[in-house]
């Protein structure tokens, strides 16, 4: 399993950003796919879920409306939507291989500048 998190900067708050997620080594498009993130000092928290097939997703109360999470399975690729970014919303982002956060990328780090 390899999954290579990109896209991560530095954003105004209300700005918007795009986080991908390169997935090889496991039938992405059978697998369920999670965004985690790690806030600095806090502890990793669950972001986003996507089915299989895309049509299906979840979204944490705190990201609910501004996150949009979306899958490319011709690509194995995941991505994460970020819109009306806030301060609170900075973090290290990982996609994680169905719900075992164990297994995630490297991660890639938002920053945003208030």
């Known amino acids: 399993v390899r999954l290579v998190e990109s896209g991560g900067d530095l954003v105004e708050a209300g700005g918007s950003l795009r986080l991908a997620c390169a997935a090889s080594?496991?039938?992405?498009?059978?697998?369920?796919m999670t965004w985690i993130r790690q806030p600095p000092g806090k502890s990793l928290e669950r972001v986003a879920n996507?089915?299989?097939?895309?049509?299906?997703?979840f979204y944490a109360d705190d990201v609910k409306g501004r996150f949009t999470v979306s899958r490319d399975n011709a690509k194995s690729m995941l991505y994460l939507h970020l819109r009306s970014v806030k301060t609170d919303d900075a973090a290290m982002y990982y996609c994680?291989?169905?719900?075992?956060?164990?297994?995630r990328g490297q991660g890639t780090q938002v920053t945003v500048s208030s």
């Open positions: 994680v291989k169905g719900t075992n956060w164990a297994i």
């Open positions: 996507i089915s299989p097939n895309g049509m299906n997703t």
């Open positions: 080594g496991f039938t992405f498009s059978a697998s369920y």
